[in-house]
C-alpha cells in the first residue's frame, strides 16, 4: 500500500491540484503526497470523494407538481 493524495483538475488534465471536488467539469485523479502536480498510475483504490450538486432554476422546474429524484449518478472513468 502506497500513500496517495486527491488531486483534481479543471482545464482537462493540463494542471493538478490537491483537491477533492468531483463536478460535471473536472477530473480525479491520486498523486504521491511528494509531487500533487500529476496522476500516478493506481491498481485498487480507496478514497473519500466530494460530490457538488446543482438544481435547475426555479422559472424551468415545475413547482406544482412533485418530481422524484431517483439519487443516481453515472461516473465517467478515464486513463490518463
Known sequence: SVPVLSIMSNNDGASWWAGTLLGHSTLIAVASPDDLSQPVAVKDLDTDI?????IARADSLTLLDEVPIDGHVTLEMRYL
Request: proline share 0%; hydrophobic share 40%; net charge neutral.
Open 50 to 54: 466530494t460530490v457538488s450538486t446543482l
